[in-house]
């Protein structure tokens, strides 16, 4: 499955980014991760919505380049140096977002990836600990940092990006991905009544140059099995707009995922097995 460090996501002209994802003029967003594969796309969608957009990454250079290449350039849109791995520093990020650009009203964490494919026995407790770091504790840093002001603006937004796979048994990944989407739904029903949302992305297999870095083979999946990326996203800001805790994009993994839920336990560890397999 994938993180969508690798998508793209519609600009203003091909349906309607603020509609989806809220009102409001000279909003701050603040994307994480925003130097991956994502997020400048990511960044300049918003960028050209009208809003007033914080990049933040570890790398100062290039957080700095990406707001300085954003409609409207430096000074409407500012790089921030982070490493979400430590709560100070996203607690600092979150000050400095807010006393350079104000409070933000709409957090993308798009920080995440993928790493295992081998058995619970197999995986190297070094490899487990990656993949905790950059789906868990990345994940509670970021949204800890920033959710006082999140929960302070008008129709605030917090989306995560998961994966279908926590719905599998596929080993410390599913594990992962299962952690950051209850977390996420968890603190949907937190702010519920407020205005305020959190939404899990979960999508599937997303023609991306993610699946190359996981080092999966052509027939990973079936070709019915494979998602269009612009597609995926205006599916999930449709689902933010409607307040959903969890986005699955299309109709086919919404089934899936639907039966995978019901499925006998040891059917769905047979699921797992074969999906490490064909990694």
Same mark, same amino acid.
């Given at each position: 499955?994938?993180?969508?460090?690798? *998508?793209?996501?519609?600009?203003?002209?091909?349906? +309607? $980014?603020?509609? %989806?994802?809220?009102?409001?003029?000279?909003?701050?967003?603040?994307?994480?991760?925003?130097?991956? &594969?994502?997020?400048?796309?990511?960044?300049?969608?918003?960028?050209?919505?009208?809003?007033?957009?914080?990049?933040?990454?570890?790398?100062?250079?290039?957080?700095?380049?990406?707001?300085?290449?954003?409609?409207?350039?430096?000074?409407? %849109?500012?790089?921030?140096?982070?490493?979400? $791995?430590? =709560?100070?520093?996203?607690?600092?990020?979150?000050?400095?977002?807010?006393?350079?650009?104000?409070?933000?009203?709409?957090?993308?964490?798009? !920080?995440?990836?993928?790493?295992?494919?081998? #058995?619970?026995?197999?995986?190297?407790?070094?490899?487990?600990?990656?993949?905790?770091?950059?789906?868990?504790?990345?994940?509670?840093?970021?949204?800890?940092?920033?959710?006082?002001?999140?929960? !302070?603006?008008?129709? +605030?937004?917090?989306?995560?990006?998961?994966?279908? =796979?926590?719905?599998?048994?596929?080993?410390?990944?599913? =594990?992962? &991905?299962?952690?950051? *989407?209850?977390?996420? =739904?968890?603190?949907?029903?937190?702010?519920?009544?407020? +205005?305020?949302? !959190?939404?899990?992305?979960?999508? #599937?297999?997303?023609?991306?140059?993610? %699946?190359?870095?996981?080092?999966?083979?052509?027939?990973?999946?079936?070709?019915?099995?494979?998602?269009?990326?612009?597609?995926?996203?205006?599916?999930?800001?449709?689902?933010?707009?409607?307040?959903?805790?969890?986005?699955?994009?299309?109709?086919?993994?919404?089934?899936?995922?639907?039966?995978?839920? %019901?499925?006998?336990?040891?059917?769905?560890?047979?699921?797992?097995?074969?999906?490490?397999?064909?990694?």
């Amino acid at each position: 499955m994938t993180d969508l460090e690798t *998508t793209t996501i519609p600009r203003r002209s091909e349906g +309607g $980014l603020r509609d %989806h994802v809220g009102p409001g003029s000279e909003r701050v967003v603040v994307i994480t991760g925003a130097t991956g &594969k994502l997020g400048p796309t990511v960044a300049a969608a918003f960028a050209e919505a009208g809003d007033r957009v914080a990049v933040l990454a570890r790398d100062g250079a290039e957080v700095d380049a990406l707001a300085a290449s954003l409609p409207g350039g430096p000074g409407r %849109h500012l790089g921030f140096t982070a490493d979400l $791995l430590s =709560a100070d520093d996203a607690i600092g990020a979150a000050r400095a977002v807010r006393e350079r650009l104000g409070p933000p009203a709409v957090l993308l964490h798009l !920080a995440g990836g993928y790493a295992g494919g081998s #058995g619970i026995a197999d995986t190297d407790p070094a490899q487990l600990q990656d993949l905790i770091d950059v789906n868990v504790w990345t994940t509670f840093f970021a949204i800890r940092a920033f959710i006082a002001d999140i929960r !302070a603006a008008q129709d +605030g937004r917090i989306i995560t990006v998961s994966s279908v =796979a926590g719905f599998m048994q596929t080993g410390t990944y599913s =594990a992962a &991905k299962a952690w950051a *989407t209850t977390f996420t =739904a968890s603190l949907a029903g937190e702010l519920a009544g407020t +205005g305020v949302t !959190a939404t899990a992305l979960c999508p #599937g297999f997303v023609r991306t140059e993610f %699946h190359q870095r996981m080092g999966l083979r052509g027939q990973a999946a079936p070709s019915w099995a494979w998602l269009d990326a612009d597609r995926l996203v205006a599916d999930c800001l449709r689902d933010v707009a409607r307040g959903r805790a969890v986005s699955i994009p299309s109709l086919r993994y919404r089934a899936a995922t639907a039966a995978l839920r %019901h499925l006998p336990l040891r059917l769905n560890q047979a699921i797992g097995r074969r999906g490490r397999r064909s990694r």
